[in-house]
């Protein structure tokens, strides 16, 4: 209906659309609008009519209208006909069409009475939803109380569980800890029943439960069977360390470490048995080390070589301790008594095994006491890190070492204090310091503290006893007679040589400690004997042997301390400057001896000016004996001279050396007369006589070349 109408307003304007678009001018139709009919309107207002026209331009039905000159009235009476018409056309379609429309709202109406009974339904349904979400919430809630209740069941039940199994005494392990042999599954068991007495001891709770009033009689009793049968297969395995020529570390290691768990069960279940065993440990291990070390002692002092006494002195004269006097000690010993010698090995050997007395023994060897001193502290230190370490993992406890070891202990320092007082080996003592001081480091790089204060005792023993056997050696020099020891001989005296190879072992054995106390000592030493060597060298009745007895005693000195390693310092040094002093003296006497006029001539003479206007200038006659006789006998006197330095210097180079000094000093006098002769007037007639410095250039190289 609604397009019937359309359709008729369509034909309506249907008149005014024929006229082409194209012959219309909006403008100039505008412009001849009438609005005369509207004049008498004060409302109306143009403001805007040109947009309004502009945005109709494109209007079809305005743009016909517009083009034909309709009046608008005229043109709008004409539209509202035509609606009439369509309205009355519109009525007459709905009349016809009323049948339908109510066959339309009878169907609506029984659709609304479906969807009404619908709606009914599904409220039902609605409210019964809601009820099974009540239902649902309500299950949700029971099954999660149950499993609540559940897990606090679960969790009750593994207590209950655990309680039953710690409280309770299986029928096995009574078995196995009364009728059971000790072994590793007797170990296993008596953890587990340590672990229930544990629990029954450590928990309140667990006391006062009925449950453990009828278990724990019967474990107490099981406590106590145990106790007593690992007391007693304990204590059986420690009297088999008492056994003659048993391994005691194998024995430790083997046997007792296996069965530690007993000693921690005896400690924490019984402390009294505990108390028992480890008594019984310590007196059985004191014991034994006690026996062992006397024996190994004892053996070792048959081996011992005796090398000094107390009147192996430096300044001791050798008449007054005859070497025959000693028949139990060979000849060639009694150079170590100052000597280091070999004996500095042992600090080589350091980590050497101990010395094994039978067999030592079967091969006649004798040795020195740092060796034997050396071979006991090393036994003394493996079985004390040994025992050490067992004591510490078997029992836990350190402080046993020290109740165990207090026996060796007095057994080694009984032995100690019976042979330091008769110690006079100052080499050998020096060499036992330093053997202590190697073992510290030793046990320290073993981490193992059990020794310390035991070798700190025995360092500290030894330093007053070195310190006073030293001091017996400069009392001997200082108290020395020099008319007893001195000889007429020009050689080497044996007390400077006892002091040369004494320096040189001391400044040997301190030169990687540097021990400013034992370096003051030795300086105390050093005056000492030089004071002896003056004194001996005045009772010789002329200057020169005097000085040939020092440099003998001086070159040997040095001789010896170079020997011994670069390590002389200051000492070294001090007789260097004495040798350099005292062979510049013997030159000079040498050369006295063979030259004197003319070694007066050159010191008193040849320096003044021939030409000068003295009282007494330097004539040719003055000069002309010295010429003729130097030219006459100078070889014959070199020839001297050398066999005389031969003969009086025990070293053939420090003898050869003193030759060419005194041989290049004399041609320096030689040639400061020869420089004095040309200054002469007339001094060249004495040319004929001059020996050339060539020839005697010679002579000195030719000797020269015999070293």
């Known amino acids: 209906m609604a397009d019937v109408a359309a359709n008729k307003v369509d034909n309506a304007y249907g008149e005014t659309i024929e006229a082409p678009k194209n012959l219309f001018d909006l403008g100039a139709f505008v412009g001849d609008l009438d609005f005369e009919e509207d004049a008498t309107c004060d409302d109306v207002s143009l403001e805007g009519l040109q947009q309004e026209l502009q945005e109709c331009i494109n209007d079809d039905v305005v743009v016909n209208i517009l083009s034909k000159g309709t009046k608008l009235r005229e043109h709008t009476k004409g539209v509202e006909n035509n609606l009439r018409q369509v309205e009355l056309d519109s009525i007459q379609e709905y009349i016809k069409e009323s049948d339908n429309l109510v066959s339309l709202h009878d169907q609506i109406r029984e659709c609304d009475s479906i969807l009404s009974q619908m709606e009914t339904l599904l409220s039902g349904f609605q409210a019964e939803i809601g009820s099974i979400s009540s239902d649902i919430k309500i299950l949700q809630e029971k099954s999660m109380d149950m499993g609540l209740k559940l897990k606090n069941r679960k969790v009750a039940e593994s207590k209950l569980a655990k309680f039953v199994e710690d409280i309770i005494v299986p029928p096995r392990m009574v078995d196995i800890i009364v009728d059971g042999e000790v072994n590793d599954e007797y170990m296993r068991t008596l953890e587990i029943m340590s672990k229930k007495l544990k629990f029954v001891e450590a928990d309140p709770t667990v006391k006062a439960s009925k449950a453990l009033r009828d278990v724990q009689p019967e474990l107490e009793k ?5 106790v007593s049968k690992v007391f007693d297969f304990i204590v059986q395995k420690l009297y088999a360390l008492r056994k003659p020529k048993t391994n005691i570390q194998i024995l430790q290691q083997n046997v ?11 400690k924490e279940h019984s402390k009294e048995v505990y108390g028992e065993v480890r008594a019984a440990y310590i007196d ?3 014991k034994v080390l006690s ?16 090398i000094a006494t107390s009147y192996d002195l430096i300044g001791v004269e050798t008449r007054s301790t005859s070497l025959f006097s000693r028949g139990r000690e060979p000849l060639k010993n009694r150079s170590a008594v100052f000597a280091l010698g070999d004996r500095i090995n042992i600090l080589k050997e350091i980590d050497l095994p101990a010395l094994i007395p039978h067999i030592a023994e079967a091969s006649s060897l004798k040795y020195p006491y740092e060796v034997l001193f050396r071979s006991l502290h090393k036994l003394l230190m493996d079985t004390a890190t040994s025992e050490y370490l067992f004591c510490d993992e078997f029992f836990g406890e350190e402080s046993i070492f020290y109740e165990i070891f207090a026996g060796p202990f007095a057994v080694i320092d009984e032995h100690f204090n019976s042979v330091l007082p008769n110690s006079y080996d100052a080499i050998g003592l020096m060499l036992m310091i330093r053997i202590i001081n190697q073992h510290q480091l030793i046990m320290s790089r073993r981490r193992i503290p059990c020794l310390d204060s035991y070798l700190d005792k025995v360092n500290i023993s030894l330093w007053p006893r070195f310190k006073m056997v030293f001091d017996m050696h400069l009392h001997s020099l200082r108290n020395a007679n020099p008319k007893l020891l001195w000889e007429d001989d020009i050689h080497p005296h044996y007390v400077m040589r006892r002091y040369a190879e004494f320096a040189a072992s001391l400044i040997h054995l301190n030169f990687e400690f540097g021990d400013g106390q034992l370096e003051l000592n030795m300086e105390r030493l050093r005056m000492a004997v030089d004071d002896l060597l003056m004194k001996l060298a005045k009772l010789f009745p002329k200057p020169k042997p005097q000085i040939v007895f020092l440099i003998n005693n001086y070159d040997m000195t040095i001789a010896v301390l170079k020997e011994a390693g670069a390590e002389g310092g200051k000492i070294q040094l001090h007789f260097e400057e004495l040798l350099k002093s005292n062979t510049a003296l013997f030159v000079e006497e040498l050369l006295m001896e063979h030259f004197s006029d003319l070694i007066k001539f ?12 003295s009282e007494r200038p330097i004539s040719v006659a003055e000069v002309e004996p010295l010429v003729k006789d130097f030219a006459r006998r100078w070889k014959a006197a070199i020839e001297l001279m050398h066999k005389d330095v ?5 070293n053939f180079l420090c003898g050869m050396e003193i030759l060419r000094a005194a041989l290049t000093q004399l041609l320096l006098y030689y040639t400061r007369l020869s420089d004095c002769i040309k200054r002469i007037v007339g001094g060249s007639a004495l040319n004929k006589d001059l020996v050339s410095i060539s020839s005697i250039m010679y002579e000195i190289k030719k000797y020269s070349r015999t070293f």
């Open 602 to 613: 050159v010191k008193t003479r040849a320096s003044d000016d021939p030409n000068s206007s």
């Open 646 to 650: 031969i003969t009086s210097f025990s």
């Open 291 to 306: 026996a062992h070390f006397r024996a190994y002692i004892q053996a070792l002092e048959k081996l011992q070589l005796d």
């Open 222 to 226: 099981l406590r106590q069977k145990a």
């Open 256 to 266: 007792l470490l296996k069965y530690k768990y007993v000693i921690s069960f005896l």
């Open 284 to 286: 059985t291990m004191n």
